[in-house]
């Protein structure tokens, strides 16, 4: 699919943007995983009208990234969330021209057909457009991304900067709530009595899913473009978190066997020293400062109590 493709605009009724905050729309492409059902009830409850995309739920819009089918998206939308992505680094790595279709050609695509009727484009992206080598990388940084997720997330941003109207871009480190599955794995093996193994030259700069989500819908309530960065205050490695969990279960450390990633069969994809960015939220918006990772974990691990 090309941007050609997708210029249907008169076919789709696509016209200019109303700023009626009683009919304010957004799309949200991508359903599922960690951002889009919170980001959902956030705006709703700011009184957005909300559509969501899925590749197969029912009561959503059908539509694939890999096969997308412009005809079935809404016309007159307010603002645009591009938050689906292929993120396995792995298979980016594997499969980067079926991959770059994804994170790269169809979200640009759709990003112009809706910024051509002056729709609000947004974006997240991450802290693996930089290689890591440094903390706390400023915004206007130049990236050398190590691993191609991160290649195909800096085109991306570049295509929305490129846009005919302003658009938002805001890159996260990791999300906190995304641990979920490795939390639970880690405390089902130490109830059992079983060693856990996390690595120690694998690091973090976690932060809470609720604040990523505050300031996309800040941006997107005051129509503020940019290249914005959110993250956490410092990296941790993994086998701290493990021992985090372990005082959290009241368990001794003794199951806590950490290692380095670099002697598995297959290593990660990418093993950056550092991920940290400089904050850098919209002019605003409050707090403008790092989170405080040490408050972040302990929310998490409130939150979910992984038993």
């Given at each position: 699919m090309?941007l050609q493709?997708?210029?249907l605009?008169r076919?789709?009724g696509?016209?200019s943007?109303?700023?009626?905050?009683?009919?304010?729309?957004?799309?949200?492409i991508g359903?599922?995983?960690?951002?889009?059902?919170?980001?959902?009830?956030k705006?709703?409850?700011a009184g957005?009208?909300?559509?969501l995309t899925?590749?197969?739920d029912?009561g959503?819009?059908?539509?694939?990234?890999?096969?997308?089918?412009?005809g079935?998206?809404p016309?007159?939308?307010d603002?645009?969330?591009l938050?689906?992505a292929e993120?396995s680094?792995?298979r980016?790595?594997n499969e980067?021209e079926?991959?770059?279709g994804i994170?790269?050609?169809?979200?640009?695509?759709i990003a112009?057909?809706?910024?051509?009727a002056?729709?609000?484009?947004?974006?997240?992206?991450?802290?693996?457009?930089?290689?890591?080598?440094?903390p706390?990388?400023?915004?206007?940084?130049a990236?050398?991304?190590?691993c191609m997720?991160?290649?195909q997330?800096a085109?991306?941003?570049?295509?929305?900067m490129?846009?005919p109207?302003?658009a938002?871009?805001?890159r996260?480190?990791?999300?906190?709530?995304s641990?979920?599955?490795l939390?639970?794995?880690?405390?089902?093996?130490?109830?059992?009595a079983k060693?856990?193994?996390?690595?120690i030259?694998?690091?973090?700069?976690?932060?809470?899913l609720?604040?990523?989500?505050?300031?996309?819908a800040y941006?997107?309530?005051h129509?503020?473009?940019g290249?914005?960065?959110h993250?956490?205050?410092?990296?941790?490695?993994y086998?701290?978190?493990?021992?985090m969990l372990?005082r959290?279960?009241?368990?001794?450390?003794n199951l806590?066997?950490?290692c380095r990633?670099?002697?598995?069969?297959?290593?990660?994809?990418a093993?950056p020293?550092?991920t940290?960015l400089d904050?850098?939220?919209?002019?605003?918006?409050?707090?403008?400062?790092?989170e405080d990772i040490?408050v972040?974990l302990?929310g998490?691990?409130?939150?979910?109590?992984?038993s």
């Amino acid at each position: 699919m090309d941007l050609q493709d997708l210029r249907l605009s008169r076919r789709l009724g696509f016209s200019s943007i109303t700023n009626d905050a009683m009919s304010r729309r957004a799309l949200i492409i991508g359903s599922s995983g960690l951002v889009a059902p919170i980001l959902s009830r956030k705006l709703q409850g700011a009184g957005w009208r909300v559509y969501l995309t899925s590749r197969s739920d029912t009561g959503k819009i059908r539509f694939d990234l890999a096969r997308p089918d412009p005809g079935v998206l809404p016309a007159d939308i307010d603002a645009v969330f591009l938050i689906a992505a292929e993120t396995s680094l792995r298979r980016c790595e594997n499969e980067p021209e079926a991959t770059y279709g994804i994170n790269v050609l169809a979200p640009a695509a759709i990003a112009q057909l809706y910024a051509s009727a002056g729709a609000h484009v947004l974006t997240l992206s991450t802290n693996l457009v930089f290689d890591g080598s440094a903390p706390f990388m400023p915004p206007v940084s130049a990236r050398h991304p190590a691993c191609m997720y991160g290649k195909q997330k800096a085109d991306l941003e570049d295509a929305l900067m490129r846009l005919p109207v302003p658009a938002t871009v805001l890159r996260i480190t990791k999300i906190v709530e995304s641990l979920e599955r490795l939390a639970t794995e880690w405390s089902r093996d130490l109830l059992a009595a079983k060693p856990i193994k996390p690595f120690i030259d694998l690091v973090c700069a976690p932060v809470s899913l609720s604040r990523v989500v505050e300031i996309l819908a800040y941006s997107t309530e005051h129509r503020l473009p940019g290249l914005y960065q959110h993250s956490g205050d410092r990296d941790i490695d993994y086998a701290e978190i493990a021992r985090m969990l372990c005082r959290r279960m009241k368990l001794g450390e003794n199951l806590i066997e950490p290692c380095r990633s670099a002697g598995l069969p297959v290593p990660p994809v990418a093993v950056p020293a550092h991920t940290t960015l400089d904050e850098a939220v919209p002019s605003g918006f409050a707090p403008q400062q790092l989170e405080d990772i040490s408050v972040v974990l302990a929310g998490f691990f409130h939150k979910y109590r992984p038993s």
